[in-house]
């Protein structure tokens, strides 16, 4: 994860803002707080029907500009050792501060998923992967976010702490901190990892 207001992983940014915020359908209010006006004109965005649409959007009454709201990506890695062991941070920053999870951010307008897998991995701990296969990818709509997660191989680089990683560990299939991990969609990676490569160890709350 890059930095705090854009780190939202699962969670949005908090919600003590306690202006009206207006009604965007399914929209999450943090979301639809920040969609007032129109990035082409500055004029008031209205939602409501648009013709030729079909479903309400939010579009500019001066200019017709239609301000379509979708979800961002987030791109994680699960970084595997030569060992076999899965590296994870402890979160520096907040939302999950001193939390468990994986190397991720959001992707950026000019890269490739798989740049933006690398990129995010070296940033937050220092380690130089490949990327694998895909684990999963995960919706959070109340974050407006959806996470992939690239099983990565580690073929360079060494730990390295920083602002977002305040420790990094490798830990065998057998040893994840759970209780500890940050998000859901963090568990939820890490759980559909476990499934592919390690059937033999079974997460909290599954039988063994
Ligand atoms: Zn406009």
Same mark, same amino acid.
């Given at each position: 994860m890059t930095d705090g207001s854009r780190t939202s992983h699962d969670d949005g940014p908090s919600l003590d803002d306690h202006r009206a915020t207006p009604t965007l359908g399914r929209v999450p209010p943090w979301l639809a707080s920040t969609l007032n006006y129109c990035s082409?004109?500055?004029?008031? $965005? *209205? +939602?409501?029907?648009? &013709?030729? &649409?079909?479903? &309400? %959007? $939010? *579009?500019?009454?001066?200019c017709g500009f239609i301000a379509y709201v979708n979800p961002r990506l987030v791109v994680t890695t699960i970084p595997v050792t030569p060992h076999g062991e899965v590296v994870l941070l402890r979160r520096g920053i907040e939302p999950g501060y001193g939390?468990? #999870?994986? /190397?991720?951010? +959001?992707? @950026?307008?000019? @890269?490739t998923v798989n740049e933006g897998a690398v990129r995010e991995t070296l940033e937050e701990t220092g380690l130089l992967v490949e990327p694998g296969e895909i684990i999963g990818l995960?919706? %959070? /709509? @109340? *974050? #407006?976010? =959806?996470?992939? #997660? +690239?099983? #990565? $191989? =580690? =073929?360079?680089? *060494?730990h390295r702490l920083n602002p977002e990683a305040i420790e990094i560990r490798a830990f065998r299939p057998e040893a994840i901190p759970w209780e500890g991990v940050a998000f859901m969609t963090s568990k939820w990676a890490l759980r559909?990892?476990?499934? %592919?490569?390690h059937p033999e160890v079974h997460p909290p709350g599954e039988r063994g």
């Amino acid at each position: 994860m890059t930095d705090g207001s854009r780190t939202s992983h699962d969670d949005g940014p908090s919600l003590d803002d306690h202006r009206a915020t207006p009604t965007l359908g399914r929209v999450p209010p943090w979301l639809a707080s920040t969609l007032n006006y129109c990035s082409r004109c500055g004029g008031e $965005l *209205a +939602f409501g029907p648009v &013709e030729g &649409e079909e479903r &309400e %959007r $939010l *579009a500019c009454s001066s200019c017709g500009f239609i301000a379509y709201v979708n979800p961002r990506l987030v791109v994680t890695t699960i970084p595997v050792t030569p060992h076999g062991e899965v590296v994870l941070l402890r979160r520096g920053i907040e939302p999950g501060y001193g939390m468990w #999870a994986q /190397p991720g951010g +959001f992707l @950026e307008v000019d @890269e490739t998923v798989n740049e933006g897998a690398v990129r995010e991995t070296l940033e937050e701990t220092g380690l130089l992967v490949e990327p694998g296969e895909i684990i999963g990818l995960y919706s %959070r /709509p @109340e *974050a #407006a976010i =959806v996470v992939v #997660a +690239f099983e #990565a $191989l =580690v =073929v360079g680089g *060494a730990h390295r702490l920083n602002p977002e990683a305040i420790e990094i560990r490798a830990f065998r299939p057998e040893a994840i901190p759970w209780e500890g991990v940050a998000f859901m969609t963090s568990k939820w990676a890490l759980r559909d990892w476990i499934h %592919r490569h390690h059937p033999e160890v079974h997460p909290p709350g599954e039988r063994g």
